[in-house]
């Protein structure tokens, strides 16, 4: 990513690029919704076939950025996605799910880029803003706060996440002036919101898509499915006999 046209070309890249990842995955958990036998309202990403889904895709994610930050050697440039994927996979998908794919980014991390002094730093923040994270999540809960006042929080320890970087001149990082530092930040506080803004939708969306399927193919009192039900499954059933 280059800094020019006020930002705006590689702004739209990077909503464009998040909003996509999180679209697929939608599509993907939508996908095997519509193939599960109990539908669940509203859709649970913790539990079953979509727990393995979660893990696996924002894993092989995770390791695909750190592939990319070494083979492009652009490594700040791709911070603010590792930070966004960190967020909302403690934020939606829970701790265990974010702790496999924290380890699974911190293994690529050491693939990629070998294990060195640089490696370890990485390891050691990312554990630092995992924890501070979690406990931000927790208090938010905790106290019912409006989830917006969690995105709000995340862009201020990103703000204060640049200025230190800034400041202490991390080796691998080379030096992240003052414009940079605000780039990023204002970048990754626009993509911050669309994403929240997506997955919130996303998340409404196919939760009213399953209620409507369950209502429509189920009976209200017996909870069994209905005849409509029983004759596409009597047909699909005849014809591959």
């Known amino acids: ?21 999180i679209l697929f995955f939608q599509l993907l958990a939508r996908s095997m919704v519509n193939h599960s036998t109990e539908q669940e309202k509203p859709i649970n990403y913790l539990v079953g076939r979509l727990s393995v889904l979660s893990v696996v895709y924002f894993s092989i994610l995770g390791v695909y950025f750190e ?8 490594d700040v440039a791709f ?5 966004l994927l960190l967020f909302y996979v403690i934020i939606f998908l829970g701790q265990r ?17 070998g294990f060195t002094i640089g490696t370890i730093d990485f390891i050691l923040a990312t554990a630092v803003i995992y924890l501070f994270v979690n406990i ?6 905790r106290f019912q706060l409006h989830q917006l006042i969690l995105i709000g929080l995340l862009d201020i320890v990103v703000g204060g996440f640049w200025v230190i970087f800034h400041f202490i001149r991390v080796r691998y990082f080379n030096d992240v002036t003052v414009t940079t530092s605000w780039y990023y930040w204002i970048t990754f506080v626009v993509m911050n919101f669309f994403l929240y ?9 196919n939760d009213y898509l399953t209620s409507l399927t ?11 499915k209905n005849y409509s039900i029983f004759q596409k499954d009597f047909t699909e059933a005849f014809i591959n006999f």
């Open 67 to 74: 592939y990319a930050a070494a083979h492009t050697n652009q």
């Open 97 to 113: 799910t974010s702790l496999i794919v924290i380890v699974s980014s911190f293994l690529a991390r050491a693939f990629f880029w």
């Open 1 to 21: 990513m280059t800094q020019h046209e006020w930002l705006l070309s590689p702004l739209f890249t990077g909503i464009f690029v998040t909003l996509g990842i």
């Open 197 to 205: 803004y997506g997955l919130t939708r996303l998340n409404s969306e």
């Open 214 to 224: 369950q209502q429509a193919t189920t009976d209200p009192l017996t909870k069994l």
């Open 79 to 83: 911070v603010d996605f590792r930070l």
């Open 136 to 141: 931000i999540v927790y208090a938010v809960r």
